[in-house]
């Protein structure tokens, strides 16, 4: 696709049930990154993919937080027995690597309640 | 610890005002690149900055690059109601972590009319 595409775009659960986020980042694309964001902050880092290295997870927030990316291309977050302080936009980004420009999807606001 | 600190955190202007905001670090970067955020989308990038010393214009934004390349700042002349939003700085290059990529905080803008 032209741009990296997120899915769903919203999604509301319920605390205690688990949610995949999809990332389908701009195709070439070897570095592919998570961030969360709550309402008017800023971009707080997840995980880090880069071509078949092992992920940078030092951001990930729990052991209920976790990722993966297929083929070096799709990427799903996995957040297990969701909390409502897990509620906020989830980002994405992919870019060439090596610190070049991200392209961000849109996002998925995930509310839990 | 915050690698890189934005400054101020909000911003609120009449139209027409000058502005600056402030991206600091005690690290070297071999590249800067600044984002706007607007709501509901994702950050796109503005400008990266690459050269200690550089200053890069924009139309009304100018955007300097500290000559250590530690820094940077954003100026904006005779700002306009759309040119709010939120405004993100990232270091590139800093070294293995998060992606090559860290972002500040942001500044949160908003030009009244």
Redesign the interface.
């Known amino acids: 696709g032209a741009g990296?595409s997120q899915s769903p775009s919203n999604k509301v659960t319920e605390k205690g049930k688990d949610v995949e986020l999809r990332c389908d980042p701009i195709s070439g694309h070897t570095?592919l990154?998570w961030?969360r964001q709550s309402l008017?902050?800023?971009?707080e880092?997840l995980i880090?993919f880069?071509g078949n290295s092992a992920p940078?997870k030092?951001?990930l927030p729990s052991d209920r937080f976790s990722a993966e990316r297929t083929g070096g291309s799709v990427s799903t977050l996995t957040i297990q027995r969701t909390q409502q302080e897990d509620s906020a936009v989830y980002?994405c980004?992919s870019?060439l690597?090596?610190?070049?420009?991200?392209?961000?999807?849109?996002?998925t606001r995930l509310t839990v309640v | 610890t915050q690698l890189l600190e934005?400054s101020p955190q909000f911003l609120s202007i009449q139209e027409g005002e000058n502005l600056t905001v402030y991206c600091n670090s005690s690290s070297v970067f071999?590249?800067l690149?600044w984002?706007r955020q607007e709501p509901?989308?994702?950050?796109?990038?503005l400008v990266?900055v690459v050269t200690g010393g550089e200053v890069k214009k924009l139309k009304r934004l100018t955007f300097q690059f500290g000559d250590a390349r530690k820094d940077s700042s954003l100026h904006i002349t005779a700002a306009q109601t759309g040119d709010t939003g939120?405004y993100?700085c990232?270091g590139?290059?800093?070294g293995g972590?998060?992606?090559?990529?860290?972002?500040?905080?942001?500044t949160?803008l908003s030009v009244k009319p």
């Open positions: 990296v570095a990154y961030y008017g902050q800023g971009l880092f880090y880069q940078d030092s951001g980002l980004a870019s690597g090596g610190g070049a420009e991200a392209f961000f999807g849109q996002g | 934005q071999s590249s690149q984002y509901g989308e994702g950050p796109v990038l990266t939120l993100l990232a590139a290059g800093y972590s998060q992606g090559n990529l860290i972002f500040g905080k942001g949160k």
